[in-house]
């Protein structure tokens, strides 16, 4: 490789700037806002009693049973719904990818999940599972009122995001199986390898990169579930999760400073939950590929 | 091509199955809120799948919604400006860091992760109060500037690896054709790169156009309130009526944009997706 030169140095972060002022601006700034925040005691209703007050919030929220609940709630939903994204989105790239016919409309109706919106997609659920209006009941000889009650409502919720977000997986997943070169397959057929072993000998190790991307976005996703349980539940029967309390507690009670800490909390998970990938999976997003 | 065998054609019958039932695991619910948004107010608790008798009443209720029209406006245009702004700074960053050698690469990438991983949640309270402050509550400028830096990082990865797979010594092949640098970068990889600019640009879209936390945390009127907090906050003619048919015929609406998008860039999707055949 010849040297690089200043100018390219330059060059490159000429052509960064844009992003890094954009990301910057709008999240480490306010998210440094957040940090101050969460040392006063600070509600919008009451301004004029605005006061430092240390770590006491965090003192606060994490001695507070409903932090806990959501959180456990938040982490069952995450690992729920990822599971069976992952299984369903390698089923539905192969099928994507090895059918013949009507490829190009499965396709297509793969991306209308995806493309439809996630109210909307959690009302259709909502409207489908409700005893009065709905026909889930009908079709299974049941009469339960689904979103009623936890379990059933923890359900309902993760076959949303399962039904929202696996056409999402699947497409990441065709994009990393397109890089399976289709001799190395033949290669192996012809060397006698069954489908299911040419599957976990070739196309899984392969599509090993693409298939830890895909699991971070979704979990770091599922993580922040909101919109969905905000439709279906907003938070009843014992289903809030870390975003739905964050969101109520700055928007709805308008208090600053407390939820500036739930914030703060959230970002702590979030955090390591990403350090478990990248340091547990040694998943390397900048150096693959170079080189070559 | 060579006459399909036996096991030919069981697997073409396997994988052909395969796609009735994806596409109808896909395709149910939405058949379900089209037929939801047919049926006669009266005959909403039927139970049944399909509407006994079609019914537009909803659908003139919701075209009729001054609320709704503006709540179209406002997402359809803040969606399109974030995509444009974000797909253009993606693709700036990405190039640099798949073309170019400088420190700051990994930096860059850690940022951008960084916001991948961000929970817009914690944001969304001193956003409340900054943008109040700077005039932009309840503004297009205050979605726009979230959902382009939300965006980034998922613009970025499909850009920086969609640029790493494209074959770039055709570039230096062009070049020593004759090809100036402009040429070469212009005649041969932006072809190359264009579908997965399309691909970008399409994520980003659905991002804005999807988003629900922002938007009802920071708007809170037809200025610039979006679809989905217009959805989620819909309220019927009386307060103790579900306006569950106005809800359908308002989300069977705003879906259209998007199979509209979806169908008129399939082929870009698909050739985004099957790109870097070029090899040797």
């Known amino acids: ?292 | 091509m060579k006459a399909p065998d036996r096991a030919g054609i069981l697997d073409r019958l396997f994988w052909g199955a395969g796609s009735l039932v994806v596409l109808g695991y896909a395709l149910v619910p939405l058949i379900w809120l089209v037929s939801l948004s047919l049926k006669r107010a009266a005959d909403l608790g039927d139970g049944r799948f399909l509407p006994a008798v079609v019914s537009t009443e909803s659908y003139a209720a919701v075209l009729h919604d001054p609320q709704f029209a503006a709540a179209l406006v406002n997402s359809l245009g803040i969606a399109a400006i974030a995509t444009a702004l974000a797909v253009v700074v993606a693709l700036l960053a990405a190039y640099a860091i798949v073309r170019l050698e400088f420190a700051g690469r990994r930096l860059i990438l850690a940022a951008a992760l960084a916001i991948a991983m961000f929970p817009p949640v914690s944001i969304i309270g001193p956003l409340f109060n900054l943008w109040r402050s700077f005039g932009l509550y309840d503004r297009w400028a205050g979605l726009v500037l979230p959902y382009l830096t939300f965006s980034l990082p998922l613009a970025l990865w499909s850009l920086s690896a969609f640029l790493r797979e494209i074959p770039w010594d055709l570039e230096k092949a062009a070049r020593v054709d004759g090809a100036t640098p402009l040429q070469a970068f212009w005649l041969v990889i932006v072809p190359l790169a264009a579908p997965g600019v399309v691909t970008a640009a399409i994520l980003v879209f659905m991002f804005a156009w999807n988003d629900f936390l922002f938007a009802s945390a920071l708007t809170s009127t037809n200025q610039a309130r979006t679809v989905p907090a217009a959805i989620a906050f819909f309220t019927g003619s009386s307060r103790f009526e579900q306006p569950t048919g106005s809800i359908a015929a308002a989300s069977v609406v705003v879906t259209l944009p998007v199979i509209l998008l979806v169908l008129v860039f399939q082929r870009r999707i698909v050739a985004g997706l099957t790109a870097g055949a070029v090899k040797g």
């Open chain 1, 1 to 292: 490789m010849r040297p690089r030169g200043s100018a390219e140095q330059r060059l490159a972060w000429l052509l960064c700037a844009p992003a890094v002022i954009a990301m910057l601006a709008v999240t480490a700034y306010p998210m440094l806002y957040a940090l101050w925040l969460s040392l006063f005691r600070y509600d919008l209703r009451f301004p004029g009693e605005r006061h430092f007050v240390g770590l006491a919030n965090y003192a606060a929220v994490l001695e507070s049973e409903v932090w806990w609940r959501s959180l456990l709630n938040t982490l069952m939903i995450t690992v729920g719904s990822v599971a069976v994204e992952l299984v369903l989105g390698l089923v539905f790239a192969l099928v994507m990818q090895r059918a013949l016919v009507g490829r190009r409309v499965v396709r297509t109706g793969l991306l209308v999940p995806y493309g439809i919106i996630t109210v909307v997609a959690a009302m259709s659920w909502r409207f489908a599972f409700d005893p009065t209006t709905g026909f889930v009941n009908g079709l299974l000889g049941l009469h339960g009122a689904w979103l009623a009650e936890r379990w059933s409502a923890f359900f309902v919720i993760i076959q949303t995001e399962v039904w929202k977000t696996t056409p999402f997986m699947a497409l990441l997943l065709l994009a990393g199986l397109t890089l399976v070169p289709e001799e190395l397959l033949r290669a192996a057929r012809v060397d006698g390898a069954g489908a299911v072993q040419r599957f976990f000998r070739i196309t899984l190790p392969l599509m090993r990169p693409v298939i830890l991307v895909a699991l971070l976005f979704r979990t770091l996703d599922a993580f922040r579930i909101f919109d969905t349980v905000y439709v279906q539940t907003r938070g009843a029967q014992d289903t809030a999760t870390v975003s739905l309390v964050g969101y109520d507690t700055l928007i709805t009670r308008l208090n600053l400073g407390l939820g500036s800490a739930v914030s703060v909390l959230i970002f702590v998970c979030v955090v390591l939950i990403a350090a478990l990938y990248i340091k547990g999976f040694a998943l390397d997003l900048s150096t693959s590929g170079r080189g070559r």
